[in-house]
């Protein structure tokens, strides 16, 4: 290779290679050299047992890989500080994501120690904080409020039913529920991960987990409405759920608790102005101020002293137990009933915690394993579940203050448990006066981000409509349908976009960058030129069962060729050539026994006495006569001139144009020797006339075309539809002599092709290229010469390629 300049100019100098030559060159392997067999595998494990068992337990506890090199002196303090900053942030939010799951407070802190602690062993991400998470907090409120609503916990009085809820023995339900679904989730994660399964997050597209959370954080608004406003609307379940809870609090707006909705707006206010300060200031902060826990105390405080719950009758949080309480198996019965919640609680918390610690790891250079973070994070939730926590996941506001306050390790995550289980001994009972509206409004204030995601509606427009059609049919099937049937609609509807955009993708003939090797769209680029006689045709997506038809479409409509019309009209002139040759055959039986007659003829002349003058002239009228009425019931296209002069042999002229539109062809020719041979030239050269004027009308003339080369170049794969497409393609277009070519086969392809029997003596490697240029070169060396006019690109188009 010889560089030039600047420019970087290239030239390089090869034989054209097809695959067979390609796999000589390259000393390609054999397929049982690549894939070693079951035998062999099994030896290789069993002598590689115990380095492999080592390194497995290894990646399955991280900690132990990072944890005997961990220095204090470098990562102790850091650590320290952004958990403590992280576990400030934990304790409101704890409190807060409870009532967004339908649960005691208290166990929005269970939910914030236990599985952080389990973190710390599994998982692979130094920077994320697991615990509570908004949208994973309202899709548990949906299972706890529609597997145990209030009408069935109204208290008995005698035989009649009073409106006041047991709400001790709802709340002891809803617990059961929301472990039962944080144990089956749990396990659902760490199976797909030990199964290797940890790409099924990328399902998830960025549009749809934006339009996801931001119609989550809608029915998060909607779910605080009530602690809003003071009101105690009728609890709905299932799909349209989120309408019918809207319309029964608006129908409550009347009787809307004053003194709460003042303390809801006047914490809101606080909190907003607060977050802006912080922002405003944080670049001139070590630590951010902890708004949300200063904003707990306060309230608690003033409720306390005020008894606003007394006074005014806002509701407040209530009595928090102080200490842990001991693990208990969850109901297994419950399992059937919340599966499918278990599932989509599984795959969006996953979704969440590998896209962060993707994040983080790239940007501090570290490795994040999917699979294993999988793994932790359902350990996390199933040992979580048996201490009566409900289902958590990393959150974004809480991951962003561990990496801006310095933290370095797993350890911040340790420190941050230590403080809410500080909080869980000593300091629970101290928010017994915490109003619910203030948690409430903290919720609403957390979720500004997710509010400003709809401005993607305008990026989305302007990029790509596709991608916004996911956006609004995630965000509009997320609001009708509730959290859980709204996620399986939205990544159906997803994967459905993809189907359809490979069903149908962009099909494109190529020509050739004058000066250069590259091929290019010739309908999008000017400069590109069509190479004569050869058609190259490429799709832009790979060829399968559900698009393998439309390319043997669009391959016939982008040549021009309507292989089905081509073929019958080939065989039709076949047939009649047939019938010509046979008619040739009887025309030339009937000559050959009209001379032995005119031989007898002549005998039986010779032998006979002469005649006078006037009897010969009489008896060459009769001749000629007799002939001409032989002839025009013979051969209508051919006839005798009586008035012709003789030729000097004593022979009649004839002359062709039986036809009048014949003569206008300009077409004249002299009978050399009888009048049969004449017919037949004169038949088969209209033949070809006619057969040009009825391909012209097919679209292409077949001269103009030789050769079609397939440029797979975009595939990667090809399944066995797409193969006997391929089949078909090579013998229709052999049946009108046009030569098929294949171009740019990945690796993987041609391994296909040889596994499914796609190569006979018909169709060989010689038909496939490692390039479309070597496809070009090879079908104008070895047609284009004869078949197309001369055409040579800017590089050497001989036996070797000079780029």
Not at 44 to 66: A, I, M
Not at 438 to 444: D, E, K, P, Q, T
Not at 627 to 653: H, K, L, M, S
């Amino acid at each position: 290779m010889e560089s030039a300049g600047r420019s970087g100019r290239f030239r390089v100098e090869r034989e054209v290679l097809d695959e067979q030559k390609l796999e000589v060159v390259t000393q390609r392997k054999t397929y049982s050299e690549i894939h070693s067999s079951l035998r062999k595998q099994l030896k290789n494990s069993l002598r590689c047992s115990v380095p492999k068992l080592k390194r497995s337990v290894v990646s399955s506890l991280p900690v132990l890989y990072w944890l005997p090199k961990y220095s204090v002196w470098d990562y102790g303090m850091p650590d320290l500080i952004s958990g403590i900053s992280v576990g400030i942030m934990h304790l409101p939010q704890g409190l807060a994501y409870a009532l967004l799951a339908s649960l005691p407070p208290v166990f929005g802190l269970y939910s914030s120690f236990y599985p952080a602690l389990v973190y710390f062993f599994f998982g692979t991400s130094r920077h994320i904080s697991i615990g509570t998470f908004t949208v994973l907090s309202i899709m548990v409120g949906s299972v706890t409020e529609r597997l145990a609503p209030d009408v069935d916990f109204q208290k008995m009085n005698g035989t009649n039913i009073t409106a006041e809820v047991d709400v001790t023995a709802r709340d002891s339900y809803r617990v059961q529920v929301a472990a039962a679904t944080a144990v089956l989730g749990g396990l659902i994660q760490v199976l797909l991960g030990v199964i290797k399964f940890g790409f099924v997050g990328t399902y998830l597209s960025e549009p749809l987990v934006r339009a996801y959370t931001a119609a989550a954080a809608a029915h998060a608004v909607v779910a605080q409405l009530k602690h809003i406003f003071g009101v105690s609307p009728t609890r709905f379940s299932g799909p349209l759920s989120l309408v019918y809870t809207l319309k029964a609090v608006c129908s409550l707006l009347p009787h809307t608790n004053l003194p709460t909705l003042l303390v809801s707006a006047v914490t809101v206010v606080l909190l907003i102005a607060a977050k802006e300060i912080n922002s405003f200031l944080s670049p001139k902060l070590p630590v951010p101020i902890p708004v949300e826990l200063i904003t707990i105390v306060a309230g608690t405080l003033i409720s306390s002293y005020a008894h606003l719950n007394s006074n005014y009758t806002i509701s407040v949080v209530g009595e928090i137990p102080s200490g842990l309480s001991s693990p208990s198996v969850p109901d297994v019965s419950l399992f059937r009933e919340v599966i499918g919640d278990a599932f989509a609680l599984a795959i969006v918390g996953y979704a969440i915690t590998i896209s962060l610690g993707k994040t983080f790891g790239l940007k501090h250079g570290y490795k994040v394993d999917s699979n294993q973070e999988l793994v932790a994070l359902g350990m996390s939730n199933a040992v979580g579940g048996f201490f009566q926590c409900f289902s958590v996941c990393s959150s974004m506001s809480r991951s962003l203050i561990q990496e801006t306050t310095g933290g370095k390790t797993q350890m911040a995550g340790v420190a941050s448990s230590l403080i809410v289980l500080v909080t869980i001994l000593k300091l629970g009972t101290l928010f017994h006066d915490l109003p619910k509206a203030i948690l409430a409004s903290i919720v609403i204030v957390n979720l500004k981000g997710m509010f400003k995601q709809y401005y993607d509606i305008v990026t989305l427009w302007r990029s790509s409509k596709i991608d916004l059609v996911i956006w609004l049919v995630t965000w509009v099937s997320t609001l009708l349908l509730n959290l859980d049937l709204g996620l399986a609609a939205s990544i159906t509807f997803a994967l459905f976009t993809v189907i359809f955009r490979t069903q149908l993708p962009t099909y494109t003939v190529l020509g050739n960058v004058p000066g250069t090797e590259l091929y290019v769209d010739i309908e999008t680029h000017r400069e590109a030129r069509q190479i004569p006689g050869v058609t190259i045709f490429r799709s832009s997506a790979t060829v399968y069962f559900a698009n393998a038809d439309l390319y043997l479409e669009a391959l016939k409509e982008k040549s021009g060729l309507d292989i089905s019309k081509m073929i019958i009209y080939k065989r039709r002139q076949e047939a009649k050539q047939k019938r010509r040759e046979r008619r040739a055959e009887r025309r030339a039986k009937k000559q050959a026994k009209r001379e032995r007659r005119a031989q007898r003829a002549a005998r039986r002349l010779s032998e006979l006495p002469e005649f006078s003058v006037e009897e010969e002239d009489g008896c060459w009228e009769d001749t000629v006569k007799e002939e001409q009425a032989w002839t025009e019931r013979e051969n209508g296209t051919v006839f005798v001139i009586p008035t012709a002069p003789r030729t000097p042999d004593g022979r009649w002229e004839y002359l062709k144009g039986g036809n009048p539109d014949c003569s206008s062809l300009g077409w004249m020719s002299e009978l050399q020797d009888g009048n049969t041979t004449l017919g037949s030239i004169s038949e088969d050269t209209l033949s070809h006339d006619l057969e040009r004027v009825s391909l012209g009308s097919l679209g292409k003339w077949t001269w103009d075309i030789h050769s079609i080369i397939l440029d797979l170049s975009t595939a990667n794969f090809i399944d066995i539809v797409a193969i006997k497409t391929m089949k078909n393609i090579f013998q229709d277009f052999s049946e009108i002599d046009v030569d098929i070519f294949m171009a740019g086969c990945q690796a993987s392809v041609v391994e296909q092709l040889e596994r499914s029997d796609f190569f006979s003596e018909t169709i060989t490697k010689r038909h496939l290229f490692a390039s479309v240029h070597d496809a070009v070169l090879y079908c104008l060396s070895h047609r284009g010469a004869t078949l197309c006019p001369t055409y040579e690109p800017s590089v050497e188009m001989h036996t070797s390629t000079k780029l």
